[in-house]
């Protein structure tokens, strides 16, 4: 967790990203020279195409055996394809797995052991994702955060793809405490309709999970020009330019092709209790409020 402005520089892993982001991707090169392969070099082309994560665990020799080729048929695979040598494609796949590729995670299924190892791994995983999420929490941060969350005049959440669906079940959350709790972008709008409402007393929560949109960076670095409050929440791969007031970032990664968000819902948890909690007497009015109307309205059944 970082309070206040995060000054923290980039690790180089997210330099690799941003540079290799502009150019064509391992597999999208594979793709797109698969058709011009001689056989060999095309055995080991399904090879990685069918479970792409190989090529950054396995060894050119431990690839070559299993598509039962050579290791010179790897090597001219490799330089067809653009690279120096074999580590350089290997590192532009790890980059791809760290950006959250989900065809760049995939595994042979037959990895995953029996239905009860299985679902011990689910287990374990999703626990650990919990403790990663509040495992750089202070309490510092964690009063001064729900402390805005409580006393902004309005709340607006923001987020895409994946990070919709978190943002909200946050707002969810939120509005049985407060009121002005507003879920962004909105259907139809641009991104300025959007934000144009913001006051600089309010308060902007992005959520910022993997993979991310370049909108991300624009929503942070307006708040930033603007002197809006923000709190980031995002993972150990963000690399977002802008000064959020707050950031706060969960591991969503497992051992699947797929992310998960159990720490990240249970942390968006904790900060809903948290406002509940500190809105007092409000938050309970509110509460006996909503309650009355589900009932006049005999929403329930």
């Known amino acids: 967790m970082v ?128 403790h990663d999420a509040f495992g750089d929490l202070t309490e510092k941060d964690a009063t001064e955060i729900s402390d805005a969350l409580i006393q902004a005049p309005k709340v607006w959440i923001i987020g895409y793809r994946s990070n919709q669906f978190l943002a909200g079940y946050f707002r969810w959350q939120l509005i049985q405490a407060r009121p002005d709790v507003h879920l962004l972008p909105k259907a139809g709008e641009t991104l300025g309709e959007s934000l144009a409402d913001i006051g600089k007393k309010d308060l902007l929560v992005v959520m910022g999970l993997r993979r991310r949109t370049p909108l991300i960076d624009t929503v942070l670095n307006w708040s930033e020009r603007n002197k809006v409050r923000s709190f980031l929440i995002t993972d150990p791969t963000s690399r977002a330019t802008g000064s959020p007031t707050w950031t706060h970032r969960c591991d969503v990664r497992g051992r699947e092709v797929l992310d998960r968000y159990q720490g990240v819902m249970s942390l968006l948890h904790f900060f809903s209790m948290s406002v509940l909690d500190r809105a007092g007497a409000q938050g309970r009015k509110r509460l006996t409020q909503l309650e009355e109307i589900h009932g006049d309205l005999d929403q329930f059944v």
């Open 3 to 130: 309070s206040s402005k995060d000054t923290s520089q980039p690790p180089e892993r997210g330099t690799q990203k941003t540079q290799q982001s502009k150019k064509l991707s391992f597999l999208k090169r594979l793709r797109e020279k698969y058709s011009e392969l001689p056989g060999s070099e095309q055995k080991i082309a399904d090879i990685i195409l069918d479970t792409p994560s190989d090529i950054a665990t396995y060894s050119a020799t431990e690839l070559a055996e299993r598509a039962g080729g050579s290791k010179a048929a790897i090597t001219r695979l490799i330089q067809r394809l653009g690279y120096e040598n074999y580590e350089s494609a290997r590192r532009d796949v790890r980059d791809s797995q760290a950006w959250g590729s989900p065809v760049s995670l995939a595994r042979r299924q037959d990895e995953d052991g029996d239905f009860a190892s299985r679902l011990r791994s689910q287990i374990d995983q999703d626990i650990g994702c919990i």
